[in-house]
């Protein structure tokens, strides 16, 4: 219905004290002029443009005299205000036009514009005039002014002392004595005795009276909060013949506002509410229609605390009214109350942090010409004192404020209620909710082809059965189309009053305050009369219509003074000539098309029916029209202005003449008046003889005439029907839709009886049904029973103004761009400061989430260039804050600007993709939990040969399959730049974190940077970061185990082997059962392993009591890479509560001295997080597979592990390896133990465990003749290392083995495993990327 518009306008008042403010606002009856009040100033604004003609100013000695100003009322001709005084007195000013042909402000045109002088009214509508403030007359009361009424020629004056008086506007009493308002009776109706009760006690006034036209009385609220209406019995207007009535249950008004159109009266209340009453037509009593009033349910904090109502002003057509409180805010409601707009609640009210705002503060407001702008005085904010000196103090000062509206076309020309488009109207421009032109076009092409097929020559527009065509674009569409009106059209007609659309949605018609235009969305170009003398010589009065490709319209012919009814044709030059002219009888005041029948009500209360048929004179294409009937209604209607709308429709209550005569069916069968809110039909009357379409011409035979009118409905604002017939669906197309208000709406709709059965004479033909809807109906689609509407987002002026911080402000500029439309965000900007400064301060604040609303803004509004630029800089700060939903949304932005589809996200790869990123896709997809047996996991989750293989190149096929693409390798650099830095930086933890989060190719990437960022530079340094990143404590060692046999490392101990036993690492442990030895090794940059080391035992490798509690894949491929790591590293197993008896392989029972407990009891206490040791143990697989030896020995030592270092050993032996890494592994060792002896011993122990190995590498580091000759084997392939055993793929668990000469006895004991069924699944790394469990 009514929807804000853009930013509200703050005008520019003269500067003065704060007593000086404006305080009231009043328009003239033409809505050009509008008066504006201060304590001693009255001061008269031009419209269009809103500029300040004229102020006169009290002098200081009569001002004193007169006291201050308090309200206006302008003569019904514009040429008098009368201004109220708070001692009693009427100041009469005189507005005059200085002589000769002055004007305040003139449009200035370059030379040689076609905008010319001479065109008619130029001054009129171009110029603000030039004006003079006189006072002519001063009238005094003798009691203070309460309320003010301009009724016809007359001053209606109510006084505190309880009296009216009736002042001519010369001001002159004209012998008249003033009413008492306790002579005059009320009662509850006109039917009651002349002797009702009596207003008696002597205080008794009226607080706010408007008079009523159509109802011919004065809605009235009294001091003590009772209300009523006054009407006069007779002509006469004197206290004998007055009568009042009441409603007895209301005591709390406080203003008052009457409709015209609808004959209601809306009362404020003192609770907030807004009580609408109507006056019944047969005992004249006030009743109660609906009430406007929020609810606990949509305003929970408020709907009780806004305080009485303040204002309430009905707008210009009639169609909506606004509300405001004494604690502030503003609403818009429609006539039967559906709430449009509240700014006390949602986003008006409400900051981002929930806090509450101070609503605006309303003192005075009067609508512009045709509702497109709404005048307010503002008021002081509620909490003013402590308010800084910035901008938002600035709003709460009192000033002229101007709102912007745009409408539905439904409030002045209702006729478009068969049309199923959404046309929205403004002051300069039109919004419509059409599909796209090449939709539209489609649609206009298969129109003109089925014609052309049909063999008929006639437009395509002309077949209304294809009226629908491409309306199907319409469900959805979320976008408004908007069209600029012509300038040159409005600048000597504004404002726009009417507006049309055809029924394919490609053409639209305009009406200003002369003439007309019309604008086709395909040729983008609007058509104008070609001779400005035309077109200022016609006034639309009643509406237009498209019918086909014609015109349809109403208007007054001025220099023949004659009412006519014309038609032009679209495809012709706009011109008289061209048009088909009827004369009326009467001033049409609503038109409407059915099919090829016209109908028009006019101002004598009839309805002609005219038929319209398309006539080709020669080469000139025409219309005719005839008149078919007239109806008249003027026992019906009291009023003529009291008609909403009407229509010719084919819905009628008989179902029976619709089965038996199809052919009538389609014809006109009834009349739908909406009468103040009555849906009234009337239909044909059949019940005379019957008229068959075959014996007489359809032009020539006489119609059938109406039955007397039924009232359908009551509180109807709108109707929609519809002129097309499909038997398919006949019940939706002969439905009728009605729109109640705050009762929702309507839809009624024919029972037709089953299988063309006779119905039965006492069932009811017709059904209604009411239901709710949560917007405002605004069209309807028939064939699929839809609603169309619209919601309004835009935001108050004061949301950016009363925020609490900068973050705030920056928050909500976003906002509110996001929920303005892409036009307006120029002018946003303008306003707020460049969108780039604002994506600059988010940065700085760290707000990425609101940076990254700012760059879509700059998307729209920059080139690609600027939006990359911005969007490179928050990647990377989002990057290094660890926001991986932002990193991820920043990459697939930056895709979408290299590649142009900002729609499409990026490919992601399928489970059969092959990947370099180190299996990192099999753990984020992982949902087996430990507890699960080997049996119950699928197959497939064990195929990762192609996921943990080494990429061909420092990207893996997911991104290499487009790498030609240059956007793909900027986010690469970027990718590998962060990676580098949190290597150099030693943040492993944040790594694995970054590589799983972004699907980052972590171990191709890692091959690349072995010797430089994937090197250890400082062994020691990195081992303190690792135990401070993962909350991993340093080892200690007690005091009783200084003579501990684990300090020499030469004999393996229970203690020991029970600490390697939970360490389950078995995918560490490289010695390989002679069982696998045949089978087929995989090539990699480790090289062929070899057989198995002949040190080896295979039996004490592992044993046939330890495979109840540990998962291994079932696999026998030898190019398959190892599942064993995955399965060890999800071990959550722990002695820390378990059973401390260890059993061997003969089950016998081993005791354990008190220093290996507690020397156990230290180890287990110097273990970290199980979650960090999760992370630990994957990141030692990582650096495995890309060969990073020197990160797997500071891992190692960090674990304790020496089958870590055993490993490490053994590919050293079995490989060829850079010799410069074996030389930094060397000296980075030496320096731990170093470091150990000096400030960590806790680290001897192991370091004496791993002695042997040391003593090893350093005699390989010496064997090493040439680094430079090392060249990787394959590269790509599976390493061997990684293979699954044969004993593991049966199940077993194989923990690392050490040399012979390393184990004492080699015999294993192994500990008795944890109850499986108890491991949990956890995070492996943190923002639940990683959990233990294996799929």
Not at 235 to 241: H, K, N, P, W
Not at 687 to 697: A, C, F, L, V, Y
Not at 918 to 937: H, K, P, T
Not at 1300 to 1319: I, M, N, P, Y
Request: net charge negative; proline share 5%.
């Amino acid at each position: 219905m009514y929807f804000l518009s853009g930013w509200p306008k703050r005008l520019l008042c003269p500067l003065g004290t704060p007593a000086e403010a404006p305080f009231h606002v009043q328009s003239d009856p033409q809505r050009t002029f509008f008066a504006v009040l201060a304590p001693v100033r009255l001061s008269i604004w031009y419209s269009r443009p809103s500029v300040l003609i004229v102020t006169y100013k009290e002098p200081e000695k009569s001002s004193s005299q007169f006291g201050s100003y308090k309200q206006a009322e302008w003569r019904p001709d514009s040429t008098m205000i009368a201004v109220s005084t708070a001692y009693g007195y009427i100041l009469f000013f005189h507005i005059t036009s200085p002589r000769g042909d002055k004007y305040l402000y003139e449009p200035v045109y370059p030379k040689g514009s076609p905008q010319m002088k001479g065109t008619p009214h130029f001054k009129e509508e171009q110029c603000a005039p030039a004006l003079n403030l006189e006072m002519r007359k001063i009238l005094d009361l003798q009691a203070p002014i309460m309320s003010l009424q301009s009724v016809l020629e007359d001053l209606l004056v109510a006084t505190s002392d309880g009296l009216l008086h009736l002042i001519h506007w010369e001001g002159m009493t004209n012998g008249r004595k003033a009413i008492n308002l306790c002579t005059v009776p009320f009662s509850v109706d006109l039917q009651s005795s002349r002797a009702g009760s009596f207003l008696g006690f002597a205080d008794v006034h009226i607080r706010d009276m408007e008079y009523c036209a159509t109802l011919d009385g004065f809605a009235v609220v009294f001091n003590d909060g009772k209300i009523g209406f006054i009407t006069p019995v007779s002509s006469r207007f004197t206290a004998e013949q007055l009568h009042g009535v009441w409603p007895q249950d209301v005591v709390d008004g406080t203003c008052v506002a009457v409709n015209n159109k609808y004959r209601l009266m809306a009362f404020g209340c003192a609770s907030g509410s807004v009580q609408v009453y109507t006056i019944d037509n047969t005992t004249g009593a006030m009743l109660l229609s609906h009430k406007l009033e929020l609810t606990a349910k949509q305003y929970p904090d408020i709907w009780n605390k806004t305080g009485a109502v303040k204002l309430v002003r009905w707008s210009p057509d009639n169609s909506v009214v606004t509300v405001t409180w004494e604690s502030g805010g503003l609403s818009l409601w429609s006539v039967f109350g559906a709430q449009l707009i509240c700014t006390l609640g949602g986003d008006f009210a409400y900051r981002s942090d929930g806090t509450k705002k101070d609503p605006l503060k309303i003192n005075s407001m009067s609508w512009g010409a045709e509702g497109y702008h709404l005048w307010v005085v503002s008021g002081f904010g509620a909490h003013n004192t402590g308010m800084e000196s910035d901008s938002k103090s600035v709003v709460k000062q009192p000033g002229l404020l101007l709102f912007q509206f745009i409408k539905s076309v439904l409030t002045v020309n209702p006729c478009m209620s068969n049309q199923e488009q959404v046309l929205l109207q403004g002051e300069d421009r039109l919004y419509l909710n059409c599909g796209e032109a090449s939709q539209m076009q489609s649609a206009r092409g298969s129109s003109a082809h089925s014609e052309r097929k049909a063999g008929g020559g006639r437009s395509p527009f002309a077949d209304s059965g294809l009226e629908s065509q491409g309306l199907s674009s319409l469900l959805g569409h979320r976008h408004w189309h908007v069209v600029q009106i012509s300038n040159t059209y409005l600048e000597s007609n504004w404002p726009i009053r009417f507006s049309a659309i055809d029924k394919l949605g490609q053409n639209i018609a305009v009406v200003g305050k002369f003439g007309f235009a019309h604008y086709s969305l395909l040729t983008k170009k609007w058509k104008l009369f070609g001779n400005i003398t035309q077109e200022q010589n016609m006034i639309v009065t009643g509406g237009l219509a498209w019918w086909n490709d014609f015109i349809v319209l109403a208007c007054y012919n001025i220099s023949d003074r004659q009412e006519e009814l014309r038609v032009y044709l679209r495809t012709s030059n706009l011109d008289n000539a061209f048009a088909h002219v009827t004369r009326a009888q009467a001033e049409t005041l609503l038109l409407s098309v059915f099919r090829d029948v016209v109908v028009v009500f006019r101002a004598d209360c009839s309805i002609c029916l005219y038929s319209i048929e398309r006539k080709s004179d020669g080469p000139s294409t025409t219309a005719g029209i005839q008149v078919l009937q007239e109806v008249s209604m003027s026992r019906y209607i009291p009023h003529p202005f009291l008609v909403v709308s009407v229509t010719l429709t084919s819905v009628s209550t008989e179902n029976g003449i619709t089965l038996k005569m199809p052919q009538q069916a389609r014809d006109a069968e009834s009349i739908m008046l909406n009468l103040a809110g009555q849906l009234i039909m009337m239909q044909r009357d059949r019940s005379g003889p019957q008229i068959r379409e075959k014996d007489s011409n359809p032009s020539q035979r006489k119609l059938l005439p109406f039955c007397p009118p039924v009232v359908l409905a009551q509180s109807v604002e709108n109707v929609w029907t519809t002129c097309r017939a499909n038997k398919q669906k006949r019940h939706l197309l002969e439905a009728l839709w009605l729109s109640c208000g705050g009762a929702g709406m309507k839809v009624w709709l024919p029972l037709f009886p089953r299988d063309h059965r006779k119905p039965h004479s006492f069932l009811s033909q017709r059904i209604m049904l009411p239901f709710h809807i949560n917007i405002y109906p605004l069209a309807v689609l028939f064939e699929d029973a839809l609603v169309l509407g619209a919601v309004n987002d835009t935001l108050l002026y004061d949301s950016l103004y009363t925020r609490s911080s900068a973050r705030e402000q920056l928050e909500t500029v976003v906002h509110c761009a996001r929920k303005t439309e892409y036009a307006l965000w120029n002018y946003l900007f303008a306003a707020v400061g460049n969108p780039k400064d604002l994506f600059e301060e988010c940065l700085m604040a760290q707000d990425l989430d609101t940076a990254a609303s700012y760059l879509i803004i700059l998307q729209n509004m920059e080139v690609p260039a600027v939006s990359r630029q911005h969007a490179t800089l928050l990647f990377n700060t989002a990057l290094e804050q660890g926001k991986w939903d932002l990193c991820r949304h920043m990459i697939r932005f930056l895709k979408a600007i290299g590649s142009g589809e900002s729609e499409t996200p990026p490919s992601t790869p399928t489970a059969q993709e092959p990947s370099s990123s180190g299996g990192f896709e099999f753990f984020r997809n992982r949902s087996i939990s430990l507890s699960q047996s080997a049996e119950n996991v699928p197959a497939s989750k064990f195929s990762l040969q192609k996921t943990l293989s080494m990429p061909s190149g420092p990207s893996g096929k997911r991104w290499s399959k487009d790498s030609d693409c240059a956007e793909n390798m900027y986010i690469d650099m970027m990718l590998w730049r962060h990676a580098r830095r949190l290597l150099e930086e030693v943040r492993l933890k944040d790594l694995g974190c970054f590589a799983a989060q972004l699907g980052f190719e972590l171990i191709g990437w890692l091959c690349k940077e072995r010797a430089r960022a994937a090197r250890v530079d400082n062994f020691v340094l990195a081992l303190k970061r690792l135990h401070k990143d993962f909350l991993w404590p340093l080892p200690i060692i007690p005091a009783s185990s200084l003579g501990s046999p684990f300090k020499n490392g030469k004999s393996r101990t229970v203690g020991e082997q029970l600490l390697r036993s939970q360490s389950a690492d078995p995918f560490l442990s490289l010695e390989t059962d002679t069982g696998v030895s045949h089978v087929q090794r995989s090539q990699s940059w480790l090289g062929d392993i070899g057989p198995t080391p002949p040190e080896t035992d295979p039996a004490s490798s592992h044993g046939p009591q330890m495979q109840d509690a540990f998962l291994s894949p079932l696999s026998n491929k030898g190019d398959e890479c190892s599942i064993g790591s995955a399965t060890d590293l999800t071990e959550s197993s722990s002695v820390a509560d378990g059973d401390w008896t260890v059993v061997g392989e003969d089950f016998s029972t081993l005791s354990l001295t008190q220093s290996e407990l507690e020397h156990i009891s230290m180890e287990l206490a110097s273990k970290g997080p199980h979650k960090s040791q999760v992370q630990l143990r994957y990141l030692l697989h990582i650096f495995m597979e890309a060969g990073c030896l020197d990160w797997c020995v500071v891992i190692g030592l960090i674990l304790r592990e020496s089958s870590v270092i055993n490993q490490i050993v053994v590919l050293i032996q079995s490989s060829e390896v850079d010799g410069e890494m074996l030389q930094n592994i060397k000296t980075g060792l030496h320096a731990v133990a170093r470091w150990a002896s000096t400030d960590c011993p806790g680290y001897k122990p192991f370091l004496n465990i791993i002695k042997p190995q040391v003593q090893k590498l350093s005699e390989l580091t010496e064997e090493q003749v040439q680094p430079e000759a090392f060249q990787p084997v394959t590269v790509g392939k599976t390493p061997e290392h990684a293979g699954p055993r044969a004993e593991e793929s049966r199940g077993s668990l194989g923990h690392g083995s050490v040399p012979q000469g390393e184990v004492g006895g080699g015999s294993l004991v192994s500990r008795k495993e944890e109850d499986a069924t108890r491991a949990q699944e956890e995070e492996s790394f943190q923002d639940g990327t990683y959990d233990c469990s294996v799929s």
